[in-house]
């Protein structure tokens, strides 16, 4: 699959259309090393504030902050607002009925707009649809996290880990990990539902994803492994598109080319 150069510069469009039916909208961006004073941090709400300075290492707290400012100016661009205005509220759990399902946007308009982030090793994805979404982007795991989390997929995912060579199980269990975990996310639990309860495999081609469901893998690179999970089974490729880190007022840094 194929990610397009940058389309967003420093000024940012007012405006994005919402995506077609069965269509995702998908936007990377790579974290810069160095994190920046220029940040605005008074476009992210309270909690969000609060939630960044919890953080103990500097790099976390400078990755979740550039992750919920590029999550905000999309969504003011989709929604047609500025994205301090950006109102986040969370769907019932489908496992316990609780406030803390899947994030959502207030949103007064007809046409339903869903998204999802993820954040790991430097990057940050965003998907926007207009079907419930999940997205995830992991940077490949040490290989004991392999062997301890591997255990807990369903059997024939650990099977599909355990018959790979010792240098690409890092990758297979990431292909593996981010497409369950994009899976989860779109239906709204996270890892709050059991991993061996589903197989959805780490090829797409074989066709294993949840009935009404369709599970993407999305990058080609050697650091990372991303997927995006759809409820629809229309088949509409998704866009992806790099952001450029300069648009949230730090230095830009060489880009990827494209993937495929």
Do not use: Q
């Not at 420093?10 to 994190?35: F, K």
């Amino acid at each position: 699959m194929t990610a397009t150069a940058p389309v967003l510069p420093a000024d940012w469009p007012a405006s994005l259309p919402a995506p077609a039916d069965g269509a995702a909208d998908l936007w990377i961006l790579r974290v810069p090393e160095e994190a920046s004073a220029a940040l605005d941090l008074s476009v992210l709400d309270e909690h969000e504030r609060r939630r960044a300075s919890s953080f103990v290492k500097d790099r976390d707290r400078h990755r979740y902050t550039m992750a919920h400012l590029t999550l905000r100016r999309l969504l003011g661009a989709y929604l047609g607002v500025p994205a301090e205005a950006v109102r986040f509220h969370s769907e019932p759990c489908p496992c316990c009925g609780g406030p803390h399902g899947r994030p959502a946007v207030a949103r007064a308009a007809r046409t339903p707009l869903h998204f999802s982030l993820s954040h790991g090793g430097d990057l940050v994805l965003v998907g926007v649809a207009s079907v419930p979404i999940g997205v995830d982007v992991e940077a490949l795991p040490e290989l004991e996290v392999v062997a301890e989390l591997g255990a807990a997929l369903h059997h024939a995912e650990t099977r599909e880990v355990e018959a790979a060579s010792p240098e690409d199980s890092r990758s297979v269990f990431a292909r593996l990990w981010v497409r369950k975990e994009a899976y989860l996310k779109g239906i709204g639990t996270g890892l709050g539902r059991d991993l061996d309860l589903d197989y959805l495999g780490e090829d797409p081609a074989a066709g294993d994803a949840p009935p009404g469901w369709r599970i993407v893998n999305l990058l080609d690179l050697p650091d990372h492994a991303a997927a995006a999970a759809l409820h629809t089974r229309r088949t509409v490729p998704p866009s992806i598109r790099w952001l450029d880190p300069s648009s949230l007022g730090t230095a830009p840094e060489p880009r990827p080319g494209p993937t495929h």
